[in-house]
């Protein structure tokens, strides 16, 4: 099978239409996470990923926008965003989002999927080697997909039980998965790793390679319909930066 893999989409509809066009030829969709939150089309990205059937992940930001974590967790722009969100979100897109589960196993891929970690599936970062490391305990599959930190990244848990240096997955260069590894494909809707293009990936689970991509979308469509309801000036400003 051929797995479009995605990531913290944030209401960023121009994005994720984006990649959507622009993916190639995929048999799935796997999302890890964070549809909503920062945004400014959250309902109308729940009901494209469930128009297409993606196996969807709850994130941290998902959580916020449905009640079921306070807003006292996050920082200032995040949750004014997140208040927008709870206002505006459909019972429909609500109700979608508080059945999606922050982790989920795939025996027959030996996968793991997590929004955070292993270890905290809503909360932790991974990011850096050391705390990838204290990770590789808390999964029993050979790989494991995580989201959270928009930057796409994978560590190598060699035999003695050491990171090797951790490496960045750049565009269109194919990536062979042994075991055992921790894989983030990176951000769509807000990329933080100073690159602004759209993040997603294809992973193949007969060859396991995965083949990270990037793409260029309208940022500034997304930043005009901020702006028009208000969101965080930061918010808007960051997109173009991929900060």
Not at 34 to 39: L, N, P, T
Not at 55 to 66: R, S
Not at 136 to 156: K, L, M, N
Not at 222 to 233: D, E, G, I, K, S
Request: with cysteine; charged share 20%; aromatic share 8%.
């Amino acid at each position: 099978m051929r797995i479009l893999l995605l990531s913290d989409i944030h209401a960023n509809l121009v994005a994720l239409e984006t990649v959507l066009r622009v993916a190639p030829a995929h048999d799935a969709i796997w999302c890890l996470g964070d549809v909503v939150g920062y945004g400014p089309h959250p309902n109308e990205c729940v009901a494209r990923l469930r128009s297409l059937d993606a196996l969807t992940l709850t994130g941290n930001h998902d959580q916020a926008a449905i009640g079921s974590v306070s807003l006292s967790h996050f920082r200032e722009n995040a949750r004014l965003a997140l208040e927008w969100t709870q206002q505006v979100l459909t019972p429909a897109s609500c109700a979608w989002l508080a059945e999606r589960t922050p982790q989920q196993t795939l025996a027959a891929f030996d996968l793991t999927l997590v929004h955070g970690s292993p270890r905290d599936p809503i909360w932790e970062y991974i990011e850096n080697a050391p705390r990838a490391l204290e990770n590789f305990a808390f999964f029993d599959t050979a790989f494991c997909f995580f989201g959270h930190t928009h930057h796409p990244i994978a560590y190598q848990l060699r035999v003695q039980d050491r990171v090797l240096a951790p490496r960045l997955l750049a565009d269109r260069k194919p990536y062979a998965l042994a075991p055992k590894l921790l894989l983030n494909p990176g951000s769509v809707g807000q990329p933080r790793d100073g690159d602004s293009r759209a993040a997603f990936g294809i992973y193949d689970t007969d060859t396991r390679v995965f083949e990270p991509r990037r793409v260029e979308y309208d940022i500034s469509a997304t930043q005009r319909a901020m702006t028009n309801l208000n969101l965080p000036a930061a918010l808007i400003a960051r997109l173009a930066q991929g900060a």
